[in-house]
């Protein structure tokens, strides 16, 4: 049996209070809460399906992106889009948009300057455009813009990355991007004061992106972006097995409510036009081909993407581009008069 003296009680009851006094030290309160800054928890949105959060992280978050981290997110072709996560876990895909109703309504929270005007909403298009304003009832082929008899037939402002009639497509089960096909949409806005991974990374990619692929631009910061992604959709009109005949394509616009640009990324083209423009039921070819540029509406001005729309070089805007050195990649600046970006 062990015997303690005075003096040993006396070491033992100082060693166990000096090791309560480093434990409670060492952990935290049950209160106290870890600043967001030390805790930086680093996502790879860009290989994801699932959306990050939808609001605006605290400004203390403090994410900086490596230059390393950049030229990844750069070598990319596309931008983020998601189809999981979210309000309703399908992160930016847009449920409501399909055949038989073609169109979504977007509010900005911000201005959005266009061709000599200024837009504060769009709608969506299933049929590979933002809209700013009515359409005509029918259209002839090949396109012409601006339309001739406005105002007595509607002459509509648009940004089209792939004007053509569409309907959704189908997914094989041996693609390697399994995101589900149809229409994705999504906004970023406040740029210059987000502080969270995703506000920063969006940010940084897109002030790089414009700055190398536009003469003038050295100095433009974007604070707001929309991210509009048409994924494997096939032509109207076309037989049961043609929706197995996709394109994916997207359309970033980025403003400071001053100058705006537009980034179209196209990486995959199979079919060129519907069968009301003259195409093949089958294929999707033959006929007159997509209309690829802007129109400001009202009568007044219109740019068309030569040589590449409603022309056989359409199959071009995959392996050639203005900006940034990718082929598939084109750049516009957009906001008083359309200018190309630097071609490579």
Same mark, same amino acid.
């Given at each position: 049996?062990?015997? %303690?003296n005075?003096?040993?009680?006396? &070491?033992? *009851?100082?060693?166990?209070?000096?090791?309560?006094?480093?434990?409670?030290?060492?952990?935290?309160?049950?209160?106290?809460?870890?600043?967001?800054?030390?805790?930086?928890?680093?996502?790879?949105?860009?290989?994801?399906?699932?959306?990050? +959060?939808?609001?605006?992280?605290?400004?203390?978050?403090?994410?900086?992106?490596?230059?390393k @981290?950049?030229?990844?997110?750069?070598?990319? *072709?596309m931008? %983020?889009?998601?189809?999981?996560?979210?309000?309703?876990?399908?992160?930016?895909?847009?449920?409501?948009?399909?055949?038989?109703?073609?169109?979504?309504?977007?509010?900005?929270?911000?201005?959005?300057?266009?061709? !000599?005007?200024?837009?504060?909403?769009t709608?969506?298009?299933?049929?590979?455009? *933002?809209?700013?304003?009515?359409?005509?009832?029918?259209?002839?082929?090949?396109?012409?813009?601006?339309?001739?008899? %406005?105002?007595?037939?509607?002459? +509509?402002?648009?940004? !089209?990355?792939?004007?053509?009639?569409?309907r959704?497509?189908?997914?094989? +089960?041996?693609?390697?991007?399994?995101?589900?096909?149809?229409?994705y949409?999504?906004v970023?806005?406040?740029?210059?004061?987000?502080?969270? $991974?995703?506000?920063? =990374?969006? @940010? =940084?990619?897109?002030?790089?992106?414009?700055?190398?692929?536009?003469?003038?631009?050295?100095?433009?910061?974007?604070?707001?972006?929309?991210?509009?992604?048409?994924?494997n959709?096939?032509?109207?009109?076309?037989?049961?097995?043609?929706?197995?005949?996709?394109?994916?394509?997207?359309?970033?616009?980025?403003?400071? =409510?001053?100058?705006?640009?537009?980034i179209?990324n196209?990486? *995959?083209?199979?079919?060129?036009?519907?069968?009301?423009?003259?195409?093949?039921?089958?294929?999707?070819l !033959?006929?007159?081909?997509?209309?690829? !540029?802007?129109?400001?509406?009202?009568?007044? $001005?219109?740019?068309?993407?030569?040589?590449?729309?409603?022309?056989?070089?359409? %199959?071009?805007?995959?392996?050639?581009?203005?900006?940034?050195?990718?082929?598939?990649?084109?750049?516009?600046h957009?906001?008083? $008069?359309?200018?190309?970006?630097? &071609?490579?």
């Open positions: 049996m062990l015997r %303690w005075g003096v040993g009680v006396v &070491c033992l *009851l100082l060693a166990m209070l000096i090791q309560a006094v480093v434990a409670d030290e060492v952990k935290p309160s049950p209160t106290e809460k870890v600043p967001a800054a030390k805790v930086k928890e680093f996502k790879d949105y860009l290989h994801s399906r699932v959306a990050p +959060p939808g609001h605006i992280a605290p400004r203390d978050e403090g994410y900086v992106i490596t230059e @981290r950049l030229k990844e997110i750069q070598n990319e *072709l931008y %983020w889009y998601f189809d999981q996560g979210g309000d309703n876990n399908h992160g930016d895909y847009q449920t409501t948009i399909h055949s038989s109703s073609p169109q979504g309504n977007k509010n900005f929270t911000f201005k959005l300057p266009f061709f !000599g005007f200024s837009f504060n909403y709608r969506v298009n299933l049929n590979g455009y *933002l809209e700013f304003s009515d359409p005509p009832e029918h259209y002839t082929y090949p396109l012409v813009f601006p339309i001739k008899e %406005w105002p007595n037939k509607n002459d +509509p402002s648009f940004i !089209g990355v792939f004007f053509s009639k569409c959704i497509g189908l997914l094989s +089960p041996t693609d390697a991007d399994q995101r589900m096909p149809g229409v949409y999504r970023e806005s406040n740029l210059e004061h987000r502080t969270d $991974q995703f506000g920063v =990374e969006v @940010r =940084e990619r897109v002030l790089r992106d414009i700055r190398e692929g536009n003469v003038g631009a050295e100095t433009f910061i974007p604070k707001h972006v929309v991210i509009v992604t048409w994924k959709v096939s032509f109207a009109g076309g037989i049961a097995s043609s929706l197995h005949k996709t394109n994916t394509f997207q359309m970033v616009v980025t403003t400071d =409510e001053v100058t705006s640009y537009a179209f196209y990486e *995959l083209i199979t079919w060129t036009t519907h069968t009301e423009a003259g195409g093949d039921t089958a294929t999707g !033959g006929g007159f081909p997509a209309f690829i !540029g802007f129109n400001a509406g009202n009568g007044t $001005q219109s740019f068309e993407y030569k040589p590449y729309s409603q022309s056989p070089k359409i %199959w071009d805007l995959t392996s050639h581009g203005c900006g940034n050195g990718l082929p598939g990649r084109h750049i516009f957009m906001d008083k $008069q359309i200018m190309p970006g630097k &071609c490579n």
